[in-house]
């Protein structure tokens, strides 16, 4: 089977042309202008923007947590996914503290296996780092393709470790080309914070705002960025939200060190005013909150000046009648929002619609960075020949208004409801098949495929 798209203007991290992609089979074989070649299918790009398929590298898909699971599985998650342009996911698998990674992974495969519709990987949070799972790391970074570890700082009794066992995750995981994920917020600050509220009978989701201010993810991110440096290893704070943590990874790379950022669309152009709506606020209960609009202008700067590289969603999206198990009580709110669908359009809608970062920034910090951080690249992220045909086809003038009436998540409410929205997904291809065309999904659950991730070595 071969594709040829026609006269679409190429746009990656760094080009921007028009030019014919042709296709063969899963992967690109050839990029030119009026190219001469026969093709099974021809598709008028014609006025549209070609760009490589999204990478979402933080998703939550069917994730058990706080005592329910996240209403997207992998087949909704993926399909939801794909229809926003975003061809290629990463999950996290959670070790169960008292049990082993390989148990952890095989829990996870039994969800996942044959139900993805599209491409996914898998990052290890270690959540009970011991002699037994530091024998485990070599095994999953170079046998089964999982080369990132994700650590909490926050969450304790369920997902925190402490610092100790931090920093003999980082060695191990350096020693065998590794990378280290944190959720960087400082867990007992919060805890405290928690408690507190609740013994003043403070228990709208106002208080979870109030009970992760700014200076617990400062501090966190700061700590995280200097045991990373200490030990040598690779380090990505995830859905880093604010200018204190910001500013803790600005210090961090005057001394060179490799310290990655990921930020998550939700950060970037929702703020806290939210909260002060009762318990309407629980939609965007997640943790880190959302902050202030000094934030959203530190974090814009920082996608500009290179020190944030990623941004992500972190999709854990829950049913509201699942939000309701904290209508009493801030704390029991699942924490998690949907946008797996929505980032890659908002993203170009709020971000290059509105000059606020170039088309080849977006690229950048939507697909290609993601690709070279976690070792999927050039098979994903870019466009070029001997890469996977994952390939989305962009309108940038259509108009759209985001609604749960119409989204494909599973999930009966949007945090973006009634938003309008300038630029759309018109057809996307994955390793050579159209998975999205005239808003129908064209693959079967099961074509999305476990990518392997390659060693990595904290540079891009
Ligand atoms: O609120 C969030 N972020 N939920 C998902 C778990 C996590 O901390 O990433
Ligand atoms: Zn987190
Ligand atoms: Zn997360």
Request: hydrophobic share 40%; charged share 20%; with cysteine.
């Amino acid at each position: 089977m071969s594709i040829l798209i026609k006269n679409g203007r190429i746009i990656t991290a760094t080009d921007n042309y028009v030019a014919d992609v042709f296709i063969e089979g899963e992967t690109i074989t050839a990029i030119g202008k009026n190219l001469n070649l026969t093709a099974n299918e021809i598709i008028d790009a014609t006025g549209k923007l070609v760009m490589p398929g999204g990478i979402d590298p933080h998703v939550h898909l069917d994730m058990p947590f706080m005592g329910t699971y996240s209403s997207d599985n992998y087949e909704t998650g993926t399909r939801a996914a794909l229809f926003g342009g975003t061809t290629t996911v990463i999950d996290f698998i959670l070790q169960k503290q008292g049990n082993s990674l390989q148990a952890a992974l095989q829990e996870w495969k039994s969800r996942s296996n044959n139900n993805a519709v599209g491409d996914y990987s898998f990052h290890m949070a270690v959540t009970d780092f011991n002699p037994d799972t530091k024998k485990e790391i070599q095994h999953f970074i170079n046998e089964e393709g999982i080369t990132s570890f994700k650590t909490f700082m926050a969450y304790k009794g369920a997902l925190m470790i402490d610092d100790r066992q931090m920093i003999d995750l980082m060695l191990e995981v350096k020693k065998h080309g590794g990378l280290i994920n944190v959720h960087a917020t400082n867990g007992n600050m919060i805890d405290y914070l928690i408690d507190k509220h609740k013994a003043e009978a403070k228990f709208a989701p106002l208080y979870h705002y109030l009970s992760q201010p700014e200076v617990t993810e400062a501090e966190a991110s700061s700590r995280f960025a200097d045991m990373a440096n200490y030990t040598g290893c690779p380090g990505y704070i995830v859905h880093l939200t604010c200018e204190g943590a910001l500013n803790a990874v600005r210090n961090a790379t005057k001394r060179n060190q490799k310290l990655f950022v990921e930020t998550c669309i939700q950060y970037l152009i929702l703020d806290a005013s939210v909260y002060q709506q009762n318990f309407e606020g629980a939609k965007w209960v997640m943790s880190p909150p959302l902050r202030e609009k000094k934030d959203q202008a530190t974090l814009w700067a920082g996608i500009n000046q290179g020190l944030v590289q990623v941004v992500a969603t972190d999709h854990c999206p829950f049913m509201w009648e699942q939000k309701l198990m904290g209508k009493h009580d801030f704390s029991k709110i699942p924490n998690g929002h949907p946008a797996i669908e929505n980032r890659m359009e908002l993203l170009f809608s709020e971000g290059v619609n509105k000059g606020k970062i170039s088309l080849n920034k977006y690229v950048e910090v939507a697909s290609t960075n993601a690709a070279k951080i976690f070792g999927m690249f050039p098979k994903k992220g870019t466009i070029a020949v001997g890469s996977d045909a994952d390939i989305v086809l962009f309108d940038t003038n259509e108009k759209h208004t985001i609604s749960a009436a119409t989204h494909h998540m599973n999930v009966d409410y949007s945090g973006y409801e009634g938003w309008q929205l300038t630029g759309k997904v018109k057809t996307v291809l994955l390793r050579g098949k159209v998975a999205i065309h005239n808003n129908e999904c064209k693959v079967e659950k099961g074509y999305g495929k476990f990518i392997k991730r390659n060693k990595v070595d904290g540079k891009i």
